[in-house]
C-alpha cells in the first residue's frame, strides 16, 4: 500500500508540475536558490545482464541516465567546480534565482568518457571526476566487483569446501543461511554479504578474497574497468574537472590515523603530478568518513569534500563543514521517477526534515 501511495504521489507531483512549486518555496524560505550536488557512477551502454549482481556493477543504462541529465538541467543550472566552491564558501553570490547544480562522478570507470561525459560535452556541461589513483592504469579491481565475479564462478559444491574454513563470523553465517543452494539464489547471496565486507577491515577483507580468487585462478571476467593514466589526463578536454577518490577506495573510517593520512595524502600528490593541475577536492569512498578524516583532509590540503549524505547543500559554509557536502542520487527509471528523486531532499529541506 505504501509503494502505491508513493507512485501515485510521485506520479501526481511530476505531471501536475508541483516540483517547480516545491523549489521556489524553497528558495523564498531560505533567500535563496537551492544548491545541490548529483553523484553518479557507472553508465552502461544498454540494460546490465545477469552477470552484474550488485548495484554499483549494474549501473544504469544510457537511455536513464540521458534522461536524469535531461531532466536536472530543466530544473538546475548546471554549474562547474570553481563557480560551485565560491558559491558554497559564500565568496560569490548566486547570479539567478534558478536552482543550481553540480554533477559528480565516482570511481574512473573506463566508459564514462564516450558513455557519461560525451553528453555533457554535447549540452556544453561541466562535471567532476572522483579518481582512486591506486587503480587507474592497473589490473586492480574493487572488492565488490571481486566479489560478484566470485560468486559468479563459484559452485554450490565451492561453498560448501569454503563453510569449513576459517571464516569472519558474519560471511559465514551469510553461507550457511543460503546453501545448499547458492548459485540458484545467487544474487540474494551477495547482496546478504555486503554488510559483513563492509564491516571487514581491508587487509582482512583482501586476504579472504585472495584466497578464494586462488580457487578460480584468478579470472576475472565483468568487464570492469578504471580509466589509465591517459583517459584520466584527457578529463579536463571533455569538461571534467579532476578530484581525488584516495588511493585504495578503503572506507576512510575504518582506517587508523596513518593509514587515513596515507590515502589522502598520496591520492592528492599523485594526482598532481600526473595531471599536472592543483587537487582540491576529495570524495570518501562508500561515503564513509569521521571527524578525524575532515580534519585531516583540510591538513592535506583539500578545500571541499563530498559525502554521500542524501541533502541539498546549506550555504554558505566555512571551515570543516566545505569538506562534509552532501550528494543526492538521480534515481532511476521514468522521467516521474527521477523528478521524485531529485525533488524529494528539496521537499524534506523545504519542511525541516533530514
Known amino acids: 500500500m505504501r509503494r502505491f501511495f508513493k507512485k501515485l504521489f510521485s506520479i501526481t507531483a511530476c505531471y501536475m508540475h508541483l516540483w517547480p512549486l516545491v523549489f521556489g518555496l524553497c528558495r523564498i524560505k531560505d533567500k ?3 544548491l545541490a550536488v548529483f553523484m553518479f557512477h557507472r553508465v552502461c551502454p544498454g540494460e546490465p545482464d545477469e552477470r552484474y549482481l550488485q548495484g554499483y556493477e549494474r549501473g544504469i543504462s544510457r537511455e536513464t541516465y540521458e534522461r536524469q541529465i535531461d531532466l536536472i538541467s530543466r530544473i538546475y543550472r548546471i554549474i562547474d567546480l570553481t563557480e560551485f566552491a565560491e558559491i558554497v564558501a559564500g565568496e560569490k553570490a548566486p547570479r539567478e534565482n534558478r536552482p543550481m547544480a553540480l554533477l559528480t562522478y565516482d570511481d574512473a570507470d573506463q566508459d564514462h568518457p564516450s558513455l557519461a561525459f560525451a553528453k555533457l560535452a554535447r549540452h556544453g556541461f561541466a562535471g567532476v ?3 582512486p589513483t591506486g587503480f587507474i592504469g592497473t589490473d586492480r579491481r574493487f572488492y565488490h566487483l571481486r566479489l560478484t565475479n566470485i560468486c559468479n564462478r563459484f559452485g554450490n559444491d565451492t561453498w560448501q569446501e569454503i563453510i569449513q574454513t576459517e ?11 543460503f546453501l545448499p543452494d547458492i548459485v540458484g539464489r545467487k544474487g540474494e547471496f551477495r547482496r546478504s554479504l555486503i ?13 579472504l578474497l585472495y584466497g578464494w580468487e586462488e580457487r578460480i585462478g584468478f579470472a576475472y571476467d565483468l568487464d570492469i574497468r578504471c580509466l589509465d593514466w591517459e583517459g584520466v589526463r584527457k578529463l579536463p578536454d571533455l569538461g ?70 542524501d541533502d541539498p547543500v546549506d550555504y554558505p559554509r566555512t ?19 527521477i523528478a521524485f528523486s531529485i525533488g524529494l531532499p528539496v521537499l524534506r529541506k523545504l519542511f525541516g526534515k533530514r
Open 240 to 309: 571534467i574537472t579532476i578530484g581525488s577518490h584516495t588511493v585504495n577506495h578503503n572506507r576512510l573510517a575504518m582506517l587508523k590515523t596513518e593509514e587515513k593520512t596515507k590515502e589522502l595524502a598520496e591520492s592528492k600528490a599523485v594526482l598532481e603530478r600526473e595531471t599536472g593541475s592543483p587537487i582540491e577536492t576529495i570524495c570518501y569512498p562508500e561515503g564513509s568518513f569521521d571527524e578525524e578524516t575532515l580534519s585531516l583532509s583540510e591538513k592535506a590540503g583539500y578545500r571541499l569534500g563530498f559525502t554521500t549524505v
Open 129 to 131: 571526476a572522483f579518481v
Open 195 to 207: 554488510s559483513p565486507f563492509e564491516a571487514l577491515p581491508p587487509s582482512e577483507r583482501d586476504r
Open 167 to 177: 571464516l569472519p563470523a558474519g560471511v559465514k553465517a551469510a553461507i550457511k543461511e
Open 32 to 34: 535563496k536558490p537551492v
Open 319 to 337: 571551515g570543516l563543514d566545505l569538506l562534509r557536502i552532501p550528494r543526492v542520487g538521480a534515481g532511476a527509471g521514468s522521467e516521474h521517477e
